[in-house]
């Protein structure tokens, strides 16, 4: 089993630019979240999804968009991006909400 | 809403030594509390949650409610220990962790 996967692992991007970060498990779980995680700032919610065919805002949703594909994929969308979106950003998974979560490698993002 | 303190950033111990990561929150439900930990070049994993109650690498963690409490322990650190530990709580039912801002630690020879 892989577990989490998410490409790309790096990505550099100009202002204005959009791009779709995707995440994906073979778990079977059906919960499915989207973090980004900055210096001293820890781990911060951006969209979840509780099961397929819901998605849900978190902390921090402002600039991004999300979509629950299918029970395995849960991408997230950056229409235009902006420097105050370099950060990390992890995909975790769980069996249901209230399980522990599964975390991906991560996607390093830098918008210059 | 609910809130998640890890007051110290950084955390340094001797191989051996005593160590204690400190994690507070804020709930007015019954929160289900948990500690995560990143290694160098790993992804995040869990590493305990408080309602197994098990003991993990040495590590436990017990939940005090009346000071909102659940710091992380272990009696003798060793140096494979070392690596960033984040306190995350769900809130009950709405599938929504919140997580401390993590402590580093660092465990010296």
């Known amino acids: 089993n892989a577990g989490v996967t998410q490409t790309p692992k790096f990505q550099v991007l100009k202002t204005g630019q959009s791009m779709t970060l995707q995440c994906a498990q073979d778990?079977?779980?059906?919960?499915m979240y989207w973090y980004r995680q900055d210096p001293g700032m820890g781990l911060r919610l951006i969209y979840y999804s509780a099961s397929e065919g819901t998605t849900d805002k978190g902390e921090v949703p402002n600039g991004y968009n999300v979509s629950r594909l299918n029970k395995r994929e849960f991408s997230l969308r950056l229409e235009s991006a902006a420097p105050s979106q370099t950060s990390v950003y992890f995909c975790a998974s769980s069996y249901r909400d209230y399980n522990e979560q599964f975390f991906g490698p991560g996607t390093r993002l830098t918008v210059l | 809403a609910q809130r998640v303190t890890q007051p110290e950033k950084l955390l340094s111990v001797f191989k051996g030594a005593p160590v204690e990561l400190k994690c507070n929150y804020s709930?007015?439900?019954?929160?289900?509390l948990f500690w995560y930990v990143q290694y160098s070049r790993q992804r995040l994993q869990l590493l305990l949650r408080?309602?197994s109650r098990e003991s993990i690498k040495g590590f436990t963690a017990d939940l005090n409610k009346g000071e909102t409490s659940f710091h992380l322990k272990k009696p003798f650190a060793q140096e494979e220990d070392s690596a960033m530990y984040y306190c995350?709580?769900?809130?009950?039912?709405?599938?929504?962790?919140?997580f401390g801002d993590g402590t580093t630690l660092t465990v010296k020879p």
């Open positions: 995350a709580l769900l809130k009950s039912g709405a599938g929504k962790s919140t």
């Open positions: 709930y007015s439900g019954s929160p289900e």
């Open positions: 408080h309602i």
């Open positions: 778990m079977n779980h059906n919960s």
